[in-house]
């Protein structure tokens, strides 16, 4: 069924609510004999972590991740890896008004009208904060990524939010960890957090677009028709909190080109096929290419503004709402940790089908 | 794994090669006791046949459903539905010089390389005559969706075609039927076959624009976190054939706008919750408000195109390929019918996934 | 879901009732380039095929298998292969009579009771008809074995049968081929016959032990905790119809012994551990050894006999049940090749798991 | 792919090594507004719990289980349960000496073929312990059940043990809770108890036969072809540790049987059909009849005995392996809480698929 369960041959089910004991990720599928612990996930819950500077919410988190099983001296054994992450700092009594009111743009509605109840405290289930357990189980993918395929790596930045847009003439790889918004142009920085900041005052939010790359992903990964790898990397980012859409390559953009602008020539190279261009974003009926694997998605603007916003109660009654508590201004800067950890599993879950159906490397030869 | 399954408890398993003898969808979950025959399904085959006018692939073929299993005397008996269509106008021919030679753009060279053979006869499994076999299963789902849903409407049509864009100002439900690119605004008809025509002239292809409406979907629909209603549609619309980017509601324009625009406004109606607008698309938390469900898809310009490209052989030699054959200009025609039949199978999916675990109707009231 | 599906990597749903127009089976995630072809899947048909001697029901059917999709110039190409086999002889009339009456000991009622109709015509969907479809999804299982595990050998054969019981002291195994029972002491057969005939004519059918041995199973296949190898063998025979117990090894009989007797005592031999005995019927902690591995189970009588039984009709109103029609005496004859066939699928989808979480053999050493 | 999942709709991951910090069950597909909390659950494990009398191995664990996730105010909110067991007494010095050695019988061999490493501490992830988390589990699906099937009731108990076997003619099934072989004849107990301690003191094991009944089933669970209500029991059962055989109603013994003894005869009762006889153990096609149904399995002896045995080190050198630490002389004792768990889980995912797919309640009529 899989509802709360992504992925095929490694997989991993979320549990866990914003402002319950605890949440994580339950891994099944790693393969043995990684090496993996602790610090080396928490690298990556560290740059989701919220509250490390004022661009995100002011929540004071360690997400601190514990490996309860599947690891033995350091090195995984085959058998289920399960991530806990416990919640410290929960203040229930910020989101204690909002019990009986359904927030506009937010999932309380909808939780109420299938379930006939919902965890209210901080967003429950619907909570960003679900995200921290992906990114523990990306950490894991990451690290057997790491051990099979050499050199690859997987890298997400921001591209636009709101009025700012990323200039590409401008891309530097090199520069997307090193400012707050992950963006692979660090002079741009300072006048997109003085953007962030004038809607934050504004008592607003904004959207965002994210980018995501994978470097290396060798050719031969994905399946049809249903299984492909780029109907997978959409579920992994369409299932992200606030994402309302996602493009692989030319994207939405294909639309308006014609076929022989579109078409990715081919020439011989000196280890395989090369390409005059990439609209394809590394992906041809499902199947990787051996190029980029490009995924682009827009993150809609947080609901949880301090802007009155008209709504209903519970009893039908209407009711303007104002959502205090710490929220960030705009979700797409902390979504890209958590894409890249998506992508990571994607791949590495794509890897071991190829591995398993066809077996270790790419089956057909060319030249 | 469902590498060319789809769907949870409504599931379809599509077989089958452009140029083999028969191609289909085996349904499984289907529930029992519904009217369906042939003739119902064959109305919405004929929706996607080829070669009805000059817009699509001069390929002949009546694409005609053969019920197989699951159906007795009329009704469906919960076992498995197998829908067979024969493949009639096959021309293996138009194909064979190119069966070692890559088409940029196109699957040829990730079939390849993933299984190291492939059927080349008509693109094989990678070719868009694997949607037939969707179109189908959908048509099941529709039967079964008007026996459980009373009122419940899905309609897809193209909102761009290149430079083409519908102006929304002229959005008409009932035209889109009545013109070969089921535009809701049928007087812009014309001009789009013109500017295809001249495409085709110029031997080439152009990308579209399609969007899919469900109107009347009950609220509650959709589970977090995985398996999601927008997940769910985002993977189903990714998994059609040169589609790039997938959108629900506001999509990739949700980026540009604030918390406070974004927002849909909540009102209390005579028989419900009322919304001031649909940014959303019909969907919070992975989960249906009752709103129309709108989703949004770009699909790249048809790869077999008339216009030479360099492109290499299967021994690392380079070519110019010119694709011969019957190819549509624009494949974002008939990609209508087979996105409203995956829109159908979601939605139905989920129906019965959420009657599994809540039970019949909302659960929550309001008011 | 998996209601009509069967495997994990290499999976085969099966469709079609007894009287319709055709059944078979859609195979997904069977390896590329593996040689194939009708023939080679038509022998295990005809092993198992209807009204080849006296012993078997009298229904003619050629039960001829064609494949529709998947492969390409006699190779497997990774992609869904489609196996259908018509039916011929289907004498509806001989069924009609009951189609209101429920058959003691049979699906009629049940399928009734759930699904509020049920195909009629020779028990429709329960009909062991559907293992015609297992068979030839376990030939594509076969030929794959044949080239990733050399050596590897499949063999079932009835091992009791009402009062008749094998004489374990004159087991052969190159007679199992030799006579109609399966049995490996060919010498026993014509008792057996004349025993089966006498039932026959006494107007009853009778329960069988079948047993099926897997020789030269890699070591390692098989995972904790619910894709156990053994588990997932017992699914597969539990769900042959008519089947009423599984058992691995030493089965029941593991309850009388003490752990002293039971524990296969481990050696260092030429090419790896070799061990005492086979209680464990090649399987521990559900993974194999690299033994024999050892299944067997038990199939109830026909329930369709010719001796009157007491019964209801749709209306509930009493009635004396006696089935005309051409029935098996003992299924647990023919029960025989589908049993090998569930084997070799079990087994390649374990050695498809295996090699995509794990990799390629063994990962552990011995000495 | 559900290697370390079980079931459909309602399903559960378990995770964790017998010596870790923890181990536990995800639980997703619980339906929503179910009472529950931890003594519920801890109330079976109770049941389960080790070193309660002399009969069960000695480990001390309190096995408080605690819910960590989906549980709101007492109420389940249909988001994944985490059901969490703290290990308490784990003394790994116990078992540090054998863990380069293999045990006959014991999955060290196959662990380590498999995976190459194994966590050795009390067995890691093949321990019995695991089967803690089931229990866990299996509560939530009781106190769904309690609140969805009114007056269904499952209880396991033991047939035979060894030499020794249950008089059906003394059958008492108020007997059960009251002695510490859940025997449904009290009076038989102490001749049970010294048969097992004198076993112990041989330094000894031995297997036993457990039973499981549920009464109360609705007619109309389960489904063909794969996914039948005795297929996932068969598996469920087949899946605990050291089971070797599994049968539904008649079981082995239906191979001795005539079609006219194993006939159960139909009636029309004041409430719907009954049966002169439940030969079938209350499943026919699959599917459930409404009688009870029936489950017996076998487990073999425990492999941990302290009379020696022969095996191989890692090495591949000969060894005399004594298995001392602290384990249950008859593993079936034990296993009966754990059965039931599993018999909860299968019936309401057949409860909730049934209603996905067909509605509430049976669909067909009779009378």
Same mark, same amino acid.
């Given at each position: +069924?899989?509802?709360?369960?992504?992925?095929?041959?490694?997989?991993?089910?979320?549990?866990? /609510?914003?402002?319950?004991? %605890?949440?994580?990720?339950?891994?099944?599928?790693?393969? $043995?004999?990684?090496?993996?612990?602790?610090?080396?996930?928490?690298?990556?819950?560290?740059?989701? =972590?919220?509250?490390?500077?004022?661009?995100?919410?002011?929540?004071?988190?360690?997400?601190?991740?514990?490996?309860?099983?599947?690891?033995?001296?350091?090195?995984?054994?085959?058998t289920p890896?399960?991530?806990?992450?416990?919640?410290?700092?929960?203040?229930?009594?910020?989101?204690?008004?909002?019990?009986?009111?359904?927030?506009?743009?937010?999932?309380?509605?909808?939780?109420? &009208?299938?379930?006939? &109840?919902?965890?209210?405290?901080? *967003?429950?289930?619907?909570?960003?904060?679900?995200?921290?357990?992906?990114?523990?189980? *990306?950490?894991?993918?990451?690290?057997?990524?790491?051990? &099979?395929?050499?050199?690859? @790596?997987?890298?997400?930045?921001?591209?636009?939010?709101? /009025?700012?847009?990323?200039?590409?003439?401008?891309?530097?790889? #090199?520069?997307?960890?090193?400012?707050?918004?992950?963006?692979?142009?660090?002079?741009?920085?300072?006048?997109?957090?003085?953007?962030?900041?004038?809607?934050?005052?504004?008592?607003?939010?904004?959207?965002?677009?994210?980018?995501?790359?994978?470097?290396?992903?060798? !050719?031969?990964?994905? %399946?049809?028709?249903y299984g492909?790898?780029?109907?997978?990397?959409?579920? %992994?980012?369409?299932?992200?909190?606030?994402?309302?859409?996602?493009?692989?390559? @030319?994207?939405? %953009?294909?639309?308006?080109?014609?076929?022989? !602008?579109?078409?990715? /020539?081919?020439?011989?190279?000196?280890?395989?096929?090369?390409?005059?261009?990439?609209?394809?974003?590394?992906?041809?009926?499902?199947?990787?290419?051996?190029?980029?694997?490009?995924?682009?998605?827009?993150?809609? $603007?947080?609901?949880?503004?301090?802007?009155?916003?008209?709504?209903?109660t519970i009893?039908?009654?209407?009711?303007?709402?104002?959502?205090?508590? =710490?929220? #960030?201004?705009?979700?797409?800067?902390?979504?890209?940790?958590?894409? /890249?950890? +998506?992508?990571?599993?994607?791949?590495?879950?794509?890897?071991? &089908?190829?591995?398993?159906?066809?077996?270790?490397? $790419?089956?057909?030869?060319?030249?």
């Amino acid at each position: +069924m899989s509802l709360n369960t992504f992925g095929h041959l490694f997989r991993f089910t979320t549990w866990g /609510e914003s402002h319950g004991p %605890a949440l994580g990720a339950t891994v099944d599928g790693c393969p $043995p004999g990684v090496t993996i612990d602790e610090a080396m996930l928490q690298q990556w819950l560290d740059k989701r =972590r919220p509250g490390q500077n004022r661009n995100t919410t002011q929540r004071q988190e360690p997400d601190a991740v514990r490996i309860l099983s599947g690891v033995y001296e350091g090195q995984t054994t085959g058998t289920p890896i399960q991530l806990m992450i416990e919640n410290t700092d929960q203040r229930s009594r910020d989101y204690g008004e909002i019990a009986r009111t359904f927030r506009p743009g937010h999932a309380d509605i909808t939780y109420h &009208l299938k379930y006939g &109840l919902r965890d209210p405290r901080g *967003g429950g289930r619907s909570s960003a904060r679900e995200t921290a357990a992906r990114v523990a189980a *990306g950490g894991v993918a990451r690290a057997v990524l790491g051990a &099979l395929v050499p050199g690859l @790596e997987i890298k997400g930045y921001m591209v636009a939010m709101g /009025e700012m847009e990323l200039d590409r003439a401008r891309f530097d790889w #090199d520069a997307i960890d090193r400012n707050d918004f992950w963006l692979p142009d660090a002079a741009a920085a300072p006048a997109w957090e003085d953007y962030l900041q004038s809607l934050r005052k504004a008592h607003d939010s904004v959207g965002a677009v994210v980018e995501v790359v994978a470097r290396g992903v060798p !050719a031969g990964l994905g %399946a049809p028709v249903y299984g492909k790898l780029d109907t997978d990397l959409a579920a %992994a980012m369409m299932s992200i909190n606030a994402v309302k859409g996602v493009e692989i390559g @030319e994207g939405m %953009a294909a639309a308006r080109l014609t076929g022989s !602008a579109n078409a990715d /020539e081919i020439f011989m190279g000196e280890n395989g096929p090369e390409y005059g261009s990439n609209h394809a974003g590394g992906i041809l009926g499902g199947i990787s290419t051996g190029q980029d694997v490009v995924v682009r998605f827009a993150v809609k $603007p947080t609901s949880s503004i301090l802007t009155p916003r008209r709504s209903i109660t519970i009893d039908g009654q209407p009711i303007e709402v104002v959502t205090k508590g =710490r929220h #960030d201004p705009c979700v797409g800067i902390r979504a890209v940790p958590v894409a /890249e950890a +998506m992508m990571a599993c994607v791949i590495l879950d794509h890897l071991l &089908l190829h591995r398993g159906q066809v077996g270790d490397g $790419p089956r057909g030869r060319i030249g």
